[in-house]
């Protein structure tokens, strides 16, 4: 047999989406990279907005119409297919394997089965699965936790994904020891809260914890995403300050400058609390990097409430944001209780929003001119003569390749800056990659452009 997966939505989906192609390579299947060469196509989807939902239809539309020219086994896993909505989907496009989240490793089992095969349970066995180390790759993830214990009302995940669970540290440390012995050299732990990490189980670390003991595994350099405001304890702040091989860079959503939107948002901390969080790390950590997450268009949202989230913006200064509108999710208390807003107000403050982070990546990435970054060159930029990576505190980054000609970890004098990109001289080479990637991925969130 021949599959081809299509992953869409978040890093926890891509994780996932190799987690599910390790189990079918261990069944013998063979992966291939279009659809045109699979007889299984299996789509990993993502429910978080509205838009995945609709990319996911026309995806499965198109391998409906496959199926019925030539025999396709179709399926869908991930978020959208533990929703209600997302089974309707599949029952419209006719899918034959069904996967939520938690029932991932019932892959064998559906693929053996000779009938349509729907599976929704979260079970224990995906926590404890420690797949092979992906080959070939300079920058891993590595799932520390599943699930949200969070009720922000606007968001679908814990209906989608369930409770946290988190991971025993011993099989994340198996995992890290096996992607350092692949070769990768950066890892993002992640986790819909990563802070709260442990929290779940007894004996657990906490994430500071688990930071400092990723630290000694030896990778180069650890990421972690996301945050949620209201876990980010003392303990984790002081964790990334004293663990060298920590990036200083911090994702940490806000959602809004507005306590009122904040409240009704179910966020749990208010504008002062973030913003003394922020000045907390900021003192600890001297060169910190900030990127953060803003919903905007929140129902009730005012014109005064938008501009709090601006003035909120003009107040931490972020390296970048993930600015998305409100998507009003059915299955969500948002949807349920509030009316959504026109449109044309969405985008008109979220191009006004858009403008405000251009300003401000513009002026910390030229603040950058004159100083070192560290970078991990992933491969061939399309800039001809460019080698593309990213920073510890993920700025997109091109180094020439007469100074970069391999991929690996240099650091370098930033030489130039736009506000999506920095432009550097090689000063050393840190570490370079004993093999060529194979791929490259975006070092963030893929969401936003979904
Ligand atoms: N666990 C993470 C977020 C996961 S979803 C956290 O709490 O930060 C990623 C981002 O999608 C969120 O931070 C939020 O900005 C956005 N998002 C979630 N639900 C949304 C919705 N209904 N409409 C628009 N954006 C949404
Ligand atoms: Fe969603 Fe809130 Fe949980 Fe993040 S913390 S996944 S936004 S419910
Ligand atoms: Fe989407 Fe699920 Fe991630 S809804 S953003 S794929 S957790």
Redesign the pocket.
């Known amino acids: 047999m021949k599959a081809h997966l299509v992953t869409y939505g978040c890093q926890m989906n891509e994780y996932d989406t190799h987690v599910v192609e390790s189990q079918l390579v261990a069944l013998g299947v063979e992966l291939v990279k279009a659809v045109e060469e699979a007889d299984f196509v299996l789509v990993n989807t993502c429910a978080?907005r509205g838009k995945p939902v609709d990319k996911v239809r026309a995806v499965l539309g198109n391998l409906r119409k496959t199926k019925r020219e030539r025999g396709l086994l179709v399926g869908m896993m991930g978020c959208l297919a533990q929703l209600e909505e997302g089974q309707e989907i599949a029952k419209k496009y006719d899918v034959d394997i069904l996967l939520g989240p938690g029932a991932l490793l019932d892959i064998g089992a559906a693929l053996e089965s000779n009938k349509r095969f729907w599976s929704m349970a979260f079970k224990d066995d995906i926590h404890d699965f420690v797949p092979p180390a992906p080959q070939n790759k300079l920058s891993a993830h590595l799932t520390i936790q599943r699930g949200?214990?969070?009720?922000?009302t606007?968001?679908?995940?814990?209906e989608t994904?369930g409770p946290q669970v988190s991971r025993h540290p011993d099989l994340i440390l198996r995992e890290l020891d096996s992607l350092v012995e692949a070769g990768a050299l950066e890892v993002t732990l992640l986790g819909?809260?990563v802070n709260s990490y442990g929290k779940d189980q007894t004996g657990y670390p906490d994430f500071g914890d688990l930071l400092r003991m990723v630290g000694k595994s030896g990778i180069p350099r650890i990421k972690f995403t996301?945050s949620?405001p209201m876990d980010f304890s003392d303990n984790i702040i002081e964790a990334i300050a004293e663990t060298p091989n920590v990036c200083k860079f911090i994702h940490l959503?806000v959602?809004s400058g507005s306590n009122k939107v904040l409240k009704q948002m179910?966020?749990e901390y208010t504008r002062e609390w973030y913003l003394e969080r922020i000045e907390k790390m900021r003192s600890l950590i001297p060169r910190l990097f900030i990127s953060t997450?803003i919903i905007v268009g929140f129902p009730n949202e005012t014109e005064d409430d938008f501009l709090e989230t601006v003035s909120l913006y003009d107040a931490v200064q972020y390296d970048s944001a993930f600015m998305f509108i409100y998507s009003a999710r059915p299955g969500t208390p948002s949807y349920k209780h509030f009316a959504d807003m026109p449109k044309e107000i969405k985008t008109e403050r979220l191009n006004r929003l858009i403008e405000r982070q251009k300003h401000w990546s513009q002026l910390k990435n030229s603040r950058l001119i004159g100083q070192e970054v560290e970078c991990l060159i992933r491969g061939a930029a399309y800039e001809p003569s460019f080698m593309e990576g990213h920073t510890e505190g993920n700025h997109p980054v091109l180094l020439p390749v007469a100074q970069a000609p391999v991929p690996g970890i240099y650091r370098a004098l930033v030489e130039h800056a736009t506000p999506h990109m920095l432009f550097g001289k090689v000063t050393e080479v840190v570490k370079q990659a004993e093999f060529m990637p194979m791929q490259l991925h975006s070092p963030v969130f893929s969401s936003l452009d979904l």
């Open positions: 978080v949200c214990d969070h009720h922000c606007y968001c679908i995940v814990p994904r819909q809260n996301t949620h959503p959602q179910g966020r997450d």
